[in-house]
């Protein structure tokens, strides 16, 4: 089986209006996943906020994206940071208030438990619950400020559910990000805010697929496939399709949700 994701649909399979007039929000808009969602939304009409901490392939993804003729506006910040999460909403509030947020941002370290030091733990939980939190209290609180409608999705994982070996802190902070996402969305519900989370399977990604260069990168990805009923890795453009759905009014009766995308992943055995 090649590892290289099934390829991106010729054309959005929604309207290209679906989000005329809107802005929405991505953190971790630089590569991978946000910028795929970035590239969708643009498409369909969305203007852009996005934030990231690596400031030169934030400029690169922002320069694409208004090469295409989207309205972008890039942010450096660092979601752990409580005074930069606050100067990122100060940005995106200036002149087109948005009513999507994305929490995209997050770190995939793997590490032992006995090679485990307490400040990566710290630094796992902090980029990938703590920044989650930090960023949606203050867009919900700029929304209800100006009784403005939203939608927030947050990107979690299959290894929320799924134990393996090295990622005690990834997998703890993904489980958190669930149970955060529905307590979030209890809360806000009086205030017409949705939230959601997306939990992606194994996604070709440049990491993902730069990983299956190496022996064992390729060894692991064979083992990832058998184990997939659709047997292939999943595109970016996954992803980005579920999370334009949870943004748009066609999921308007959607909140608290877990949405799984990863093609059987996480069912069972898939053949014996």
């Known amino acids: 089986m ?28 630089a590569s991978g996943i946000g910028y795929e969602t970035a590239g969708l939304l643009a498409a369909r009409g ?6 990231d901490m690596n400031e030169r392939a934030l400029r690169k993804a922002a320069a694409g994206l208004r090469n295409s003729g989207h309205a972008v506006t ?23 208030a948005p009513d999507g947020l994305v929490n995209c941002a997050g770190i995939y370290p793997v590490t032992p438990l006995l090679e485990l030091s307490a400040e990566e733990w710290t630094r796992v939980i902090a980029t990938n619950l703590s920044g989650p939190f930090l960023v949606t209290r203050e867009f919900a609180r700029r929304l ?10 947050n990107i979690s994982s299959t290894a929320s559910r799924l134990a393996r070996p090295g990622i005690a802190h990834y997998g703890s ?8 996402t529905a307590i ?16 992606p399977g194994v996604i070709g990604t440049e990491a993902v ?14 083992a990832k496939l058998k184990k997939i009923p659709q047997g292939r890795l999943g595109a970016p453009r996954d992803i980005a399709e579920m999370v334009a759905f949870l943004l748009s009014p066609a999921s308007g009766y959607c909140t608290g949700g877990l949405f799984t995308v990863d093609g059987g992943f996480t069912l069972g055995i898939p053949a014996y």
């Open 2 to 29: 090649s590892p290289s994701p099934a390829p991106p649909a010729s054309s959005p399979s929604g309207a290209a209006s679906d989000f005329a007039g809107r802005t929405v929000l991505i953190t971790g808009g």
């Open 173 to 180: 902070s993904k489980a958190g990000l669930n149970q955060l």
């Open 144 to 153: 209800i400020d100006s009784r403005q409608p939203g939608q927030v999705v």
């Open 74 to 96: 890039a942010v450096r910040a660092n979601v752990t940071e409580e005074s930069d999460v606050i100067r990122l909403m100060a940005a995106a509030f200036k002149d087109a």
């Open 184 to 199: 979030l969305a209890i809360e806000l519900a009086p205030h017409d805010i949705r939230v959601n989370a997306v939990l």
């Open 46 to 51: 969305a203007a852009l906020v996005l934030a």
């Open 209 to 222: 697929l730069a990983a299956t260069r190496t022996p064992a990168g390729a060894a692991e990805n064979e």
